[in-house]
């Protein structure tokens, strides 16, 4: 059987001395969509499950009253197994969408919003999206869903409220909470405003509410299709990084890291940076040629909180179908792990239990040195290796995709 050895950049250092605020690797690995089976996620050496709490948040009917149940099941599951559960606060029920017309610019692009009532809609209103350019001509026009959409305000904030004031005291004390998802009109299905509307009716109302019940604020995951300069922009936006704790992006290589600390999280403007969906891919390859790295790079920069950098796998489970969607692309396919869960539970396995440093002291006559580059394609950035002790060991292996 061929084999590739991912070297990647990594070199570490497991040592006992004592810290007020050791951090582990647990700390740093979490996964999306555990779907109540916590204990499968402690035994892959997971720390952390994403999930989203639109319908244990919002009511299915206006007034109709909120159920907690299923999630308050859950989160008391999860604590059983020491996971931490990161909600998201999306989306807008369709009976709480806005429901007056609006307009908004975006990238040279002159959007009017139609709103108009419908019974045959969800939440009884249609919303239809018309873009125009400077000279007036219709570029673009799409029917827009009532869920990715402003909500109206005094809504929004009671789901918000709701959810944030209940699980933050005991026995939940939940404290980071992440608003929305993918908040931009590239992402596809998830947003369908400019990036203002997205700041002033979801973001900052939101972040005000969780830093009242003294948590800690996630931004919604930047997207691969827009890039961080854009995401730049959002943050100053009506200064939304003051309503920032942690920045999030998704499916971005791992220098993204490296570019958000120098811009908002080694100045101080914000305290970490998350990576909360990465991976989906049959690259079996990927775990093992970017999860050292940025542990590696985490490491080196300031890992002095155990929240301050974290790297969540999309997702936990798919069925164990080859026609099945995600196959091969989740940590788990049915009850058996895939290369990508035994690939992350040997790299759990290998630091678990320990305080971990970044350990630069060793010598070698091989052309290799750290890159947080996976892309790179020097030799000196495809090697990572991993000290435990005295005893040095190659990291990960795992077969090449359709090599057998």
Not at 187 to 204: A, L
Not at 280 to 285: A, E, G, V, W
Not at 379 to 386: A, T, W
Request: aromatic share 14%.
């Amino acid at each position: 059987m061929k084999r590739s050895v991912v070297l990647c950049a990594l070199s570490a250092l497991l040592a006992t001395c004592g810290s007020a605020r050791a951090v582990t690797v647990r700390d740093f690995l979490g996964t999306n969509q555990a779907g109540g089976n916590f204990t499968n996620l402690a035994e892959l050496g997971l720390g952390w499950d994403r999930e989203h709490f639109y319908d244990q948040g919002w009511p299915l009917e206006a007034g109709s009253g909120y159920d907690f149940s299923v999630s308050d099941k859950e989160i008391l599951a999860a604590q059983k197994e020491g996971v931490a559960v990161l909600p998201i606060l999306a989306y807008v029920a369709p009976w709480a969408a806005q429901t007056h017309s609006c307009d908004f610019d975006y990238k040279g692009i002159h959007y009017r919003v139609l709103v108009t009532k419908d019974p045959n809609s969800p939440g009884g209103y249609r919303r239809v999206r018309i873009g125009t350019d400077s000279t007036g001509k219709e570029v673009s026009r799409q029917v827009m869903s009532n869920e990715r959409s402003s909500p109206q305000r005094e809504l929004w904030e009671e789901y918000v409220e709701r959810l944030v004031s209940h699980y933050s005291k005991p026995p939940y004390n939940v404290k980071y909470w992440q608003i929305w998802n993918e908040g931009t009109m590239e992402s596809g299905c998830f947003w369908d405003e400019n990036i203002e509307n997205y700041v002033d009716n979801v973001h900052i109302p939101a972040a005000k509410i969780i830093r009242k019940y003294g948590g800690k604020v996630v931004w919604g995951g930047w997207p691969d299709c827009n890039p961080l300069s854009e995401y730049d922009k959002a943050l100053a936006c009506h200064d939304a990084w003051k309503y920032t704790d942690i920045l999030d992006v998704h499916y971005l290589p791992p220098v993204a890291f490296d570019y958000l600390y120098k811009r908002w999280v080694g100045n101080g403007k914000c305290e970490g940076i998350w990576m909360t969906e990465i991976g989906f891919t049959q690259n079996f390859n990927q775990i093992a040629n970017t999860y050292p790295r940025m542990f590696y790079w985490a490491l080196t920069h300031k890992f002095d909180d155990p929240e301050k950098y974290k790297v969540f796998w999309f997702a936990r489970w798919s069925p164990d179908d080859p026609k099945a969607y995600g196959y091969n692309c989740s940590l788990m396919k049915g009850q058996t792990p895939t290369d990508h869960g035994l690939q992350i539970h040997q790299f759990s396995e290998l630091l678990r239990g320990q305080k971990v440093e970044a350990f630069t002291q060793y010598s070698t006559d091989l052309n290799i040195g750290f890159s947080l580059d996976e892309r790179a394609a020097r030799p000196r950035s495809k090697v990572s290796m991993l000290t435990t002790g005295t005893s040095l060991h190659s990291i990960f292996r795992s077969p090449r995709p359709g090599t057998g």
